[in-house]
C-alpha cells in the first residue's frame, strides 16, 4: 500500500482535486502500481461531492512517458503478453479518467508519449506548457495505440490527423498539438500550472450538475440522433431545474448579481 499512496500526490484547492503523477525518475511511465493507484484516486475523487473539477498532471519535467517499458519487457521475458495484468487496469483506467462525470483538466509539461498521450486525451480539456511533447511511441515499439488512443484521438483531432499521428509515429511540439485541436491552450512552463489551475477554478465555481448533464450529452452526442438528443436535452434539463444551483441563478438575475453555485 505505501507504494500506491507514493505514486499519487493528492492536493485539494477549493473544488478543485490535483491529481500529480509521481515517478519522476522514470518519467511518470505507467506501471501497474501507478495504474491502480491512479484509478484508485479517481474513484475517491468521484465519490467526493466537494471535487467539483479534477487536474491530472505529472512530477518534474515530463507528464507520462506512457507504458513501464522496463516492466513490461521483464513480464514479456515470461511468455507474458498482457503485461502482467498491465493491459487489463489500462482499460480499466482510461475508462474511468473519460467516465468521471465533472470537469478534468490534463497539464502537460514536457513529453506526453504513448499511454501518456491517451491519459490527456480522456481528460476534458488539455493545457500544455511550451516545452510539451506529444510523441506516438506506440509506432515505434511496432504496436497501434492500445488505451483507448484510437477512439479518443479521431474525437479530438478528426480521423485523417489520428492516423497521420498513428501511422508516423509522430512527435508534435507544443504549438503543432495547438494548431491541430489536441491541445486548447499553450503556456509557458513555469506559469502553465498556475493559469490551468485558475481555469480549473473557474470550472470548479460553475453549476456542477449543469457541467455533469452537459458533459454526458456532449461526449454521446455523436452516437445518437438530433432527436434523440433532443430528448435527452429535454430530461436534462427538468432536472437541472431542480438543482439548488438553478435557484440560486434565478435569484442572482432577479438580484442583478453575478451566481454563486455551490455545486448541487
Same mark, same amino acid.
Given at each position: 500500500?505505501?507504494?500506491?499512496?507514493?505514486?499519487?500526490?493528492?492536493?485539494?484547492?477549493?473544488?478543485?482535486?490535483?491529481?500529480?503523477?509521481?515517478?519522476?525518475?522514470?518519467?511518470?511511465?505507467?506501471?501497474?502500481?501507478?495504474?491502480? !493507484?491512479?484509478?484508485?484516486?479517481?474513484?475517491?475523487?468521484?465519490?467526493? *461531492?466537494?471535487?467539483?473539477?479534477?487536474?491530472?498532471?505529472?512530477?518534474?519535467?515530463?507528464?507520462?512517458?506512457?507504458?513501464?517499458?522496463?516492466?513490461?519487457?521483464?513480464? !514479456?521475458?515470461?511468455?507474458?503478453?498482457?503485461?502482467?495484468?498491465?493491459?487489463?487496469?489500462?482499460?480499466?483506467?482510461?475508462?474511468?479518467?473519460?467516465?468521471?462525470?465533472?470537469?478534468?483538466?490534463?497539464?502537460?509539461?514536457? !513529453?506526453? *508519449?504513448?499511454?501518456?498521450?491517451?491519459?490527456?486525451?480522456?481528460?476534458?480539456?488539455?493545457?500544455?506548457?511550451?516545452?510539451?511533447?506529444?510523441?506516438?511511441?506506440?509506432?515505434?515499439?511496432?504496436?497501434?495505440?492500445?488505451?483507448?488512443?484510437?477512439?479518443?484521438?479521431?474525437?479530438?483531432?478528426?480521423?485523417?490527423?489520428?492516423?497521420?499521428?498513428?501511422?508516423?509515429?509522430?512527435?508534435?511540439?507544443?504549438?503543432?498539438?495547438? *494548431?491541430?485541436?489536441?491541445?486548447?491552450?499553450?503556456?509557458?512552463?513555469?506559469?502553465?500550472?498556475?493559469?490551468?489551475?485558475?481555469?480549473?477554478?473557474?470550472?470548479?465555481?460553475?453549476?456542477?450538475?449543469?457541467?455533469?448533464?452537459?458533459?454526458?450529452?456532449?461526449?454521446?452526442?455523436?452516437?445518437?440522433?438530433?432527436?434523440?438528443?433532443?430528448?435527452?436535452?429535454?430530461?436534462?434539463?427538468?432536472?437541472?431545474?431542480?438543482?439548488?444551483?438553478?435557484?440560486?441563478?434565478?435569484? !442572482?438575475?432577479?438580484?442583478?448579481?453575478?451566481?454563486?453555485?455551490?455545486?448541487?
Amino acid at each position: 500500500m505505501a507504494e500506491i499512496e507514493r505514486a499519487i500526490e493528492r492536493y485539494d484547492d477549493g473544488g478543485v482535486r490535483r491529481l500529480t503523477l509521481n515517478r519522476p525518475a522514470r518519467r511518470n511511465a505507467l506501471n501497474l502500481a501507478l495504474l491502480k !493507484a491512479l484509478r484508485a484516486e479517481l474513484a475517491t475523487a468521484r465519490a467526493d *461531492a466537494t471535487v467539483r473539477c479534477l487536474v491530472l498532471t505529472g512530477a518534474g519535467p515530463g507528464f507520462c512517458a506512457g507504458a513501464d517499458v522496463k516492466e513490461w519487457s521483464e513480464t !514479456a521475458a515470461s511468455g507474458d503478453v498482457e503485461g502482467g495484468g498491465w493491459i487489463a487496469e489500462a482499460h480499466a483506467l482510461i475508462g474511468a479518467l473519460h467516465a468521471f462525470p465533472r470537469p478534468t483538466v490534463a497539464v502537460i509539461r514536457g !513529453a506526453a *508519449a504513448g499511454a501518456g498521450v491517451d491519459l490527456a486525451l480522456a481528460c476534458d480539456f488539455r493545457i500544455a506548457a511550451d516545452d510539451a511533447r506529444f510523441i506516438c511511441a506506440y509506432t515505434r515499439m511496432a504496436y497501434p495505440p492500445d488505451m483507448g488512443g484510437t477512439w479518443l484521438l479521431p474525437r479530438v483531432i478528426g480521423i485523417e490527423a489520428a492516423k497521420r499521428f498513428a501511422f508516423t509515429g509522430a512527435a508534435w511540439t507544443a504549438e503543432e498539438a495547438l *494548431a491541430r485541436g489536441l491541445v486548447g491552450e499553450v503556456h509557458p512552463v513555469d506559469r502553465v500550472l498556475e493559469l490551468a489551475s485558475a481555469f480549473a477554478a473557474q470550472l470548479a465555481m460553475g453549476p456542477t450538475v449543469a457541467q455533469m448533464h452537459a458533459k454526458r450529452l456532449i461526449d454521446g452526442a455523436m452516437t445518437r440522433s438530433l432527436a434523440e438528443q433532443l430528448v435527452l436535452e429535454k430530461a436534462a434539463g427538468d432536472a437541472c431545474a431542480k438543482s439548488d444551483d438553478a435557484a440560486e441563478a434565478m435569484r !442572482a438575475a432577479v438580484e442583478k448579481r453575478a451566481p454563486r453555485f455551490t455545486g448541487r
